[in-house]
């Protein structure tokens, strides 16, 4: 390892912290951040391993599929970031790195310490604390297996993400685009059948991340069959390293959040109604123009894309909850109930791009007559029509393979409410927060955290009622009518707090 190297490296994690280094303040209030997300990890935890006890399966009933499950989000990460380009360019390497006479196997070398420290830090320490809550006390031996082959998947992951992107050079865009969502097809489909309840066929059992879980459960015979994945992997990257690739590097970070699917209108069409809806003009008053501003870019840029996507793999690994921790009875209501607590990081992940692209924006609202005023309104409007039709999009997906939906009225109120609660929470937490968030960063977490936590929160009293069979299954018009109620004082109260707080600090 050179010293240029190291010093890329450096450079790299300061430009990427940015501001959050410069103040104790702000480290403090993000290593807090992180810290209250571990706990919420090891509360989880400790529910899991409770409940896989009173289930009379125990602990290790479900570490093989929790192991399965992590490794192939691992791995599904590196072929998603590969399809998007691979390399972790930051804007200002564009300019002085890539134009500068490194070598592009010095800088790709600086890329992957790069990308294995940012992954590290948000898969180790989390997976170790539910390991441990889950295998306690005999948490030192499977901790000496797990987190090295944990390490393992991640590098195996970054080389996998900086082959696509390298390819790109040589393949071009297209052929490795068609070529990466193959790969993410195969590396999901483990989950898929996991999901499905289906044995993986003989075949299948030679998958890297069945073979990654199996060595984890401490069946070692399959890192034998791991080098042949290794070998492939390490040559085709050490060829890649030494072609010259700086004319295909894009900033990564910024279009995971930012790239839209490109020519989606080739692929999809829409209605004709829609036209109208989204045509851009002040005819129909300043409050219509800012709704439609907002709607058209959120349906442009790529975190509405990613967000999807992300909620669409959380979908699929969340069928395998029920046999995590051991309840046969109403799987498909517990999975159901996940998928509407999940709906609030759909806003977080818009409300991340708007605090880049749009936030330096805003002093043109500022100039305009009466602008703070409809701007707020216009935004949250916006990400509640685009969260609610998707939640619900979402639930009746994962409904069809459902025996039945005994609880269908009370989740459709839980779907508006988690909506609009991350909507208003997602807007609240982008204006205030001072520091902008570097896509996938620690800050980030800040983005999605407190929306998440809060939206659960305030829809604590239908998540209690969902718990009671028989309301939820049928509840009367009385209860109905108090929960639409309920949803109703708490949104405009929060509706107030925005408008009050926003206008405030979008100046």
């Keep these: 390892m050179t010293r240029t ?32 997300w571990l706990s919420v990890i090891g509360l989880v935890s400790l529910m899991l391993r409770f409940t896989g006890i009173l289930s009379g399966t125990g602990p290790q009933g479900f570490l093989g599929i929790l192991s399965e499950v992590t490794v192939t989000a691992i791995l599904a990460v590196g072929a998603f ?31 992957l310490l790069f990308q294995l420290c940012l992954l590290t830090l948000f898969i180790i320490p989390p997976t170790s604390l539910m390991l441990t809550t889950l295998t306690y006390p005999g948490h030192l031996a499977y901790l000496g297996r797990a987190v090295p082959l944990y390490l393992l998947a991640i590098l195996m992951s970054i080389m996998l993400s900086h082959v696509l992107g390298v390819s790109r050079s040589i393949l071009g865009e297209r052929l490795v685009r068609l070529l990466g969502w193959g790969l993410l097809t195969l590396i999901l489909t483990p989950l898929l059948l996991l999901a499905l309840r289906i044995p993986p066929a003989y075949p299948l059992t030679l998958h890297p991340a069945l073979l990654l879980s199996s060595a984890i459960e401490a069946r070692g015979e399959s890192l034998y069959w791991l080098t042949p994945y290794l070998a492939v992997l390490g040559l085709a990257y050490i060829r890649l390293s030494n072609i010259s690739f700086y004319s295909s590097v894009s900033p990564l970070l910024f279009t995971v959040l930012m790239e839209p699917p490109s020519k989606l209108s080739k692929y999809i069409r829409l209605p004709a109604g829609l036209d109208g809806l989204l045509a851009l003009g002040a005819a129909r008053g300043y409050s219509s123009l800012m709704y439609r501003l ?8 790529g975190s509405l894309w990613t967000g999807i996507t ?100 009370v989740d459709m109120v839980l779907l508006l409410a988690m909506s609009i609660f991350g909507s208003a929470l997602s807007i609240l937490v982008s204006l205030i927060a001072r520091l902008s968030p570097s896509p996938l960063s620690l800050t980030s977490l800040l983005y999605i955290l407190i929306p998440l936590t809060g939206s659960i929160l305030l829809s604590l009293p239908i998540l209690v009622i969902r718990l009671y069979e028989p309301l939820a299954s049928s509840p009367t018009p009385s209860l109905m009518a108090n929960m639409a109620a309920y949803v109703g004082v708490t949104s405009v109260a929060l509706y107030k707090i925005l408008m009050m707080g926003g206008a405030k600090y979008l100046k």
């Design 310 to 409: 992300v909620l669409l793999f959380l979908t699929l690994a969340n069928t395998a909850v029920p046999r995590l921790i051991g309840v046969a009875q109403f799987p498909e209501v517990a999975e159901l109930t996940m998928i509407a607590l999940y709906i609030p990081l759909l806003p977080a992940l818009l409300s991340i791009n708007w605090s880049i692209s749009e936030r330096p924006n805003t002093w043109v609202v500022n100039l305009s007559t009466m602008g703070e005023k409809h701007y707020i309104p216009g935004l949250f409007l916006a990400y509640v029509t685009v969260t609610f039709p998707f939640s619900i999009l979402l639930y009746g997906l994962v409904s069809i393979g459902s025996a039945d939906m005994p609880f269908l009225l």
């Design 81 to 111: 970031l590969g399809i998007k380009g691979g390399v972790t360019a930051l804007p200002y390497e564009l300019d002085y790195v890539l134009t500068s006479n490194v070598k592009p196997r010095v800088f790709l070398l600086a890329d």
């Design 294 to 301: 907002h709607l058209v870019r959120v349906l442009r840029e």
């Design 5 to 36: 190297t190291l010093l890329l490296l450096a450079v790299k994690l300061k430009q990427y912290l940015g501001q959050v280094r410069r103040s104790p303040r702000n480290i403090v209030s993000l290593l807090t951040v992180y810290f209250v």
